[in-house]
C-alpha cells in the first residue's frame, strides 16, 4: 500500500476501556476539522458483519465490506451487545483480520478524506503501531473505578440491564487483555503524554489538550 505523506496534523491516543479517550478525540476532531477514526469499535462491526453473514464471511468479503466502512458505521449501540463482544474477542486475534485492519486504519490515518485538516485516531495501539510519527501522542487514562461508572452510565442510557459491580469486574478483566496480550498490547510510550482525566468534566479534558496542541 503506497501511504502519502502530506502536510497535516496527526494525533494518536492510545487508553484503557472507559477512560474518555473516544469523548476527547472526537471533541479534538471536530475543533481542528480532523477525520476521526474510533479504531476499538473496528472488531465489533467486523463481528456484526460475521454474525449478520455467516456463510459468505471471509477475508474476500470483508475487504470488500470494510472498503466502505466510516465512522457512522461504528456509532451503531447494537455494536455494544455482550455477544458481539464476545466474537469481536475471538476475531482480533485472527492475524488475516488483523493485517486488514491495520491497512485500514494506516489508510485512513495517512489519506483522510480531502476535505480533512488530518486525523485523529484512538484505540490500544496507535502511537506506536499504526502511527507512530504522529505530531501528537497521548495516553489518556482514569482510575478504574471512575471508568468503570462512566462505562455503566452508557449501559444504561443503552437501556441494557446491568449492575456496577459487573462492569467493574468487565473492566478489570479488560486491563488485563489489554495490557498483556501478546499482540499489541496497550501500553504508554515514552513519548505520548499522559492525561488522567480522573478528576476532570469533557470540556476541562478538551482545554487541557487543546493548550498543548495550539504551543
Known amino acids: 500500500m503506497n501511504l502519502k505523506k502530506k502536510k497535516f496534523i496527526k494525533i494518536a491516543i492510545d487508553s484503557p476501556a472507559a477512560a474518555g479517550a473516544g469523548t476527547l478525540a ?6 481542528y476539522n480532523l477525520y476521526y477514526l474510533d479504531t476499538g469499535k473496528i472488531y465489533r462491526l467486523i463481528a456484526h458483519i460475521k454474525l449478520n453473514n455467516p456463510k459468505k464471511f471471509g477475508i474476500k468479503f470483508l475487504k470488500k465490506k470494510i472498503k ?6 461504528l456509532n451503531k449501540k447494537s455494536l455494544l451487545s455482550d455477544n458481539i463482544g464476545t466474537e469481536a474477542s475471538i476475531i482480533s486475534k485472527n492475524k488475516n483480520i488483523r493485517k ?3 491497512s485500514f486504519q494506516k489508510n485512513l490515518a495517512y489519506n483522510p478524506p ?3 485538516e488530518g486525523s485523529c485516531l484512538d484505540g490500544r495501539d496507535i502511537t506506536y503501531k499504526i502511527v507512530p510519527d504522529a505530531d501528537f501522542k497521548f495516553f489518556v487514562t482514569a482510575n478504574i473505578k471512575t471508568r468503570a461508572l462512566r462505562r455503566y452510565k452508557e449501559y444504561l442510557s443503552a437501556n441494557k440491564k446491568i449492575t456496577y459491580k459487573e462492569v467493574l469486574k468487565s473492566i478489570k478483566i479488560r486491563d488485563k487483555s489489554d495490557y498483556n496480550r501478546k499482540i499489541s498490547p496497550l501500553k504508554k510510550t515514552k513519548d505520548s503524554l499522559l492525561i488522567n482525566t480522573t478528576n476532570l468534566n469533557k470540556r476541562a479534558c478538551f482545554l487541557k489538550i487543546k493548550k498543548i496542541i495550539d504551543k
Open 26 to 31: 472526537k471533541a479534538i476532531s471536530k475543533h
Open 114 to 116: 480531502k476535505k480533512f
Open 100 to 102: 486488514l485492519v491495520y
Open 68 to 73: 466502505n466502512l466510516n465512522q457512522k458505521n
